[in-house]
Structures are given as structure tokens and as C-alpha cells.
């Protein structure tokens, strides 16, 4: 199956701080990626979904200028969680989908701490 | 509104079978996943069912019936690595994107 990665894999910050996490489809040119949450025994929510080279769509309830989203291209999305807070640690976890429509690859997630 | 129900936990026997079930309400249908979810680690897909029947694939078969708006996962022959949340998600309508709406998931215990 395609690859995809994420980075950092881990992250602890302070309060206030912003944090950047990657995402990126390795062997396969991803049209649109998929940027989800997951808390601790819970299941993965949505957050928002990015297409290269256009705006991306947030969920209802989720702050599009806490979380930046940028696709600049077709295997690289990022995710931008700004002024981080204790609320906002969690499991984050990426998913990019290709020319083929039935299947999403994930990321390995990144797990944020924020101090 | 989206809602999509699975148990909370299961347990199951080494070498039994066990079925997960999923019922689901959702503004459209496009296609239903499930995938396996070992703690702190990403989903890795199991299988994907569009028209009504059974999918199999080795170990695992999926279900679904689209006008009971109800899947299952089948897993046969378990082995203590079975052990993980398993998710069901659902695809809606093909203008919203391909997004999943994912199930809670069901956290298999696997015992010797």
C-alpha cells in the first residue's frame, strides 16, 4: 500500500507556543488529506479536509485559526495548532487520499503534549 | 445527522470467532471501512464494502446490508495480536469529499 509520514512523532510544548506538524503521501501524489484527532479512548473526529492549492474545509466546532492548514502541494500537508494549550494535546493523525477513491492511507500520528 | 454505533468493548477467546457489529445513520453512503487500530499507532485498513454481501479476505470478512444500514466484521481464528480497537467508518455523499465518519470503536480483548 502507499506511504504516508508524518513528523515530528512526538512533541512536547509550552503553553503559548505554536506547533507545526507534517504530513506527507511518500510514493503517491495525494489530492486531498484528511487531518484528524483522536483523545484518549476515543475515536478519531475529523478536523478539517485539504485540498492542494485551495482553502481548506473545517468541521463544525473546530477553530480555523487555531488550526492552520496548508497543502501547498500534492504530497505535502501541514498542520499548524497556534497558541497551543493543555486542551490541545492529543493524538493527531493525517490521512492522504490519491487518484484511487476507496482508501485513505494514515499517518503514523503525532502525539502533542502541551505543558 | 451522522451517527454510527459499535460496542464499546469485546472479549473473545484465542482460536474462536467474534463478530463486531455497526450500525450506521448517515446523510449519504458511499462505502464502509473498517480498520484495526493497535494503541498509540495509526489505522491500518481491513476492508471496504460498497454493495451489499460479504467481503472476505483471509482471516477477516465484512458485511454489509445498505437498507438495514448494518455491517459486521468477521474475524476468524484469533491470535492474541487481534488484540486492538477496531473501527468502523463511513463514507458519505462523493460531493463531500470522500470524508469518513468513524464509529467509536470496539476495543477486542483477545484471551489465551
Known amino acids: 500500500g502507499a506511504v504516508v509520514s508524518q513528523h515530528p512523532s512526538r512533541v512536547i510544548c509550552k503553553s503559548g507556543t505554536s506547533v507545526k506538524i507534517e504530513c506527507r503521501s511518500l510514493?503517491?501524489?495525494?489530492?486531498?488529506m484528511f487531518w484528524y484527532r483522536q483523545f484518549p479512548k476515543q475515536s478519531l473526529m475529523l478536523m478539517a479536509t485539504s485540498n492542494e492549492g485551495s482553502k481548506a474545509t473545517y468541521e463544525q466546532g473546530v477553530e480555523k485559526d487555531k488550526f492552520l492548514i496548508n497543502h501547498a502541494s500534492l504530497t505535502l500537508s501541514t498542520l499548524t495548532v497556534t497558541s497551543a494549550h493543555p486542551e490541545d494535546s492529543s493524538f493527531y493523525i493525517c490521512s492522504a487520499m490519491g487518484g484511487d477513491y476507496n482508501e485513505q492511507f494514515f499517518g503514523p500520528g503525532t502525539r502533542l503534549t502541551v505543558l | 445527522g451522522q451517527n454510527i454505533d459499535q460496542p464499546t468493548e469485546m472479549t473473545a477467546t484465542e482460536g474462536a470467532i467474534v463478530q463486531i457489529n455497526c450500525t450506521y445513520q448517515t446523510s449519504g453512503f458511499n462505502g464502509l471501512f473498517w480498520y484495526q487500530q493497535h494503541a498509540g499507532e495509526a489505522p491500518t485498513f481491513l476492508s471496504y464494502?460498497?454493495?451489499?454481501g460479504l467481503e472476505e479476505k483471509g482471516r477477516f470478512s465484512s458485511f454489509l446490508s445498505r437498507s438495514k444500514g448494518y455491517s459486521y466484521l468477521l474475524l476468524k481464528e484469533l491470535q492474541m495480536k487481534d488484540s486492538a480497537s477496531y473501527l468502523c467508518a463511513v463514507r458519505g455523499e462523493y460531493n463531500q469529499g470522500g470524508k469518513l465518519i468513524f464509529g467509536q470503536g470496539t476495543e477486542l480483548s483477545v484471551k489465551p
Open positions: 464494502n460498497v454493495l451489499d
Open positions: 510514493d503517491f501524489q495525494a489530492t486531498t
